[in-house]
């Protein structure tokens, strides 16, 4: 019998963490799509700082957003310090918001985010992945790869956690808004990383913050943080194969390390 390792085996991820108007996340998002552009095109060229939040109706209803407030990121593989091959397909779990109301645009799902969110089941017939912001309305002119099949079955969770300042949003917030997203996460049984996104522009106080939400006992020491900055590609890839190794346990563990070192041995 043909030995089924040869062929990698996907891991389908959603990147999620506080989301919506600018009166929920402040004035800037805490870091989502960021890390997923660098995960998934991690070459500078490939790398955008500025992604979309709020739209247009016709964006919304285009087949890239495809009236969902997700985003298909598209396929990567990636070999980890141990030299094993990992697949994922990425999605992104956000909030869009109509630029005429300044309001999340309805959809079919009424959940609040921290609930839908959670969603294991994602379908959405012919959508498109996402590259960047200029090709909303250009799509021709963009690699067109669809969502395998209209559909995606997600394995586990990036959750994501702001550790820089931003304007507009406490670290009170975050926190607790983190835990509604982190209590529902539970709920569904799959494995759950929290990446602390913007390291380079780390407050102490805030690391700590993320230090001790994942220590909660509600978490059982299951939730592993690893230290990011997808500006400076610092353990992005690793957040991610720390999270495939947890959802199959026979491809090793790979080593967390704290950013300092990460940034250092880069
Ligand atoms: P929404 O989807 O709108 O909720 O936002 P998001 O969570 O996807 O945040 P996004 O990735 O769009 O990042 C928001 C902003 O944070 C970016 O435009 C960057 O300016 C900044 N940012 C993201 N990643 C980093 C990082 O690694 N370092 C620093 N210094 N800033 C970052
Ligand atoms: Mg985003």
Redesign the pocket.
Same mark, same amino acid.
């Given at each position: 019998m043909a030995k089924k390792c040869d062929v990698p085996r996907t891991f389908n991820v959603a990147a999620v963490?506080?989301?919506?108007t600018e009166k929920e996340?402040g004035s /800037?998002? *805490?870091?989502?799509?960021?890390?997923c552009?660098r995960f998934v095109r991690h070459l500078a060229d490939d790398y955008h *700082?500025? +992604?979309?939040?709020v739209l247009s109706q016709t964006d919304f209803s285009g087949r890239v957003v495809n009236n969902d407030h997700f985003l298909y990121w598209g396929e990567v593989t990636k070999t980890s310090d141990e030299g094993v091959d990992f697949n994922f397909n990425v999605v992104?779990q /956000?909030?869009f918001i109509d630029d005429s109301s300044f309001q999340p645009f309805k959809s079919s799902k009424t959940d609040p985010y921290y609930k839908r969110c959670t969603t294991i089941k994602l379908t959405s017939a012919e959508k498109l992945m996402y590259i960047c912001k200029n090709q909303l309305g250009i799509e021709k002119e963009y690699e067109q790869k669809m969502i395998p099949e209209g559909k995606l079955s997600i394995d586990g969770f990036v959750c *994501?956690f702001?550790v820089?300042d931003v304007p507009g949003r406490t670290i009170d917030k975050q926190v607790e808004y983190t835990c509604l997203i982190l209590n529902n996460l539970m709920k569904t049984k799959k494995p759950i990383v929290l990446a602390t /996104?913007?390291?380079?522009?780390a407050r102490e106080s805030y690391v700590k913050e993320a230090e001790r939400l994942v220590s909660r006992r509600e978490y059982k020491g299951s939730i592993p943080l690893v230290e990011?900055?997808? +500006?400076?590609d610092v353990s992005v890839d690793l957040a991610f194969i720390v999270l495939a190794q947890m959802i199959d346990r026979t491809k090793g563990k790979s080593k967390i390390v704290p950013f300092l070192e990460a940034a250092l041995r880069r």
């Open positions: 963490g506080l989301s919506g996340k /800037t998002g *805490v870091g989502k799509s960021c890390l552009n *700082v500025d +992604h979309i939040s992104e /956000t909030e *994501v702001d820089s /996104t913007k390291n380079d522009e990011t900055s997808a +500006h400076e």
